[in-house]
């Protein structure tokens, strides 16, 4: 029997997946990297065929953080739920990225799957090309948006981008 409903949901979850600008991933306990979307791809400079054949553990992963990462993936498994935690990534380039990871614990079958988003905390990475063909939309969506929307900097709080209803709020006097 087929059902269209949770077929829709189904593609709507992987539309949003393959097409976020959130960089997601997700591997096994084993090391293998079972899924990632383009983002992913772009932050860690590797093709997604590079991808599918690395070890998570090993090869993104640099020694220094390798011990600390393990101790939070086995906290998520006593306490489920997710975690965050900060690491370096190491590219393809060799070079590391320091990012926040945001990490969830689910068991598939006999197998355990982290399901991963990676935010980059350091400057100097480039803007992925997924980023820079949205950015046009998300611009105007800010503009049009009847509530008032500003986008801080997460470093030092200053405004990045702001839609015209933020604005004229903060030119109204209070009442």
């Known amino acids: 029997m087929d059902h269209p409903e949770s077929d829709s949901k189904a593609h709507l979850r992987a539309t949003a997946f393959e097409h976020s600008p959130q960089r997601r991933a997700a ?5 293998l990297i079972v899924d990632f979307n383009p983002a992913f791809s772009d932050l ?8 599918s054949r690395l ?7 640099p020694p220094p953080w390798r011990e600390r990462e393990q101790q939070v993936l086995a906290e998520l498994e ?6 965050r935690y900060e690491k370096d990534l190491r ?9 926040e990871v945001s990490a969830q ?5 006999d197998e355990v799957v982290y399901y991963w988003a990676f ?7 480039p803007v992925p090309e997924e980023d820079r063909r949205q950015r046009p939309f998300l611009e105007q969506l800010m503009q049009l948006a009847p509530a008032g929307i500003a986008v801080l900097s997460g470093q030092d709080l200053r ?3 702001a839609s015209a209803a933020y604005l004229q709020f903060l030119e109204e006097p209070y009442r």
């Open 91 to 99: 590219r393809r380039d060799g070079s590391l990225v320091t990012v």
């Open 78 to 83: 006593h306490e489920g739920l997710s975690r």
């Open 159 to 161: 405004e990045r981008w």
């Open 27 to 31: 591997g096994t306990d084993r090391g």
């Open 119 to 125: 935010r980059p905390l350091g400057g100097g990475l």
């Open 44 to 51: 860690t400079g590797y093709t997604p065929d590079e991808l």
């Open 55 to 61: 070890d998570w553990r090993q090869d993104l992963t």
């Open 105 to 109: 614990r689910l068991e598939a079958g």
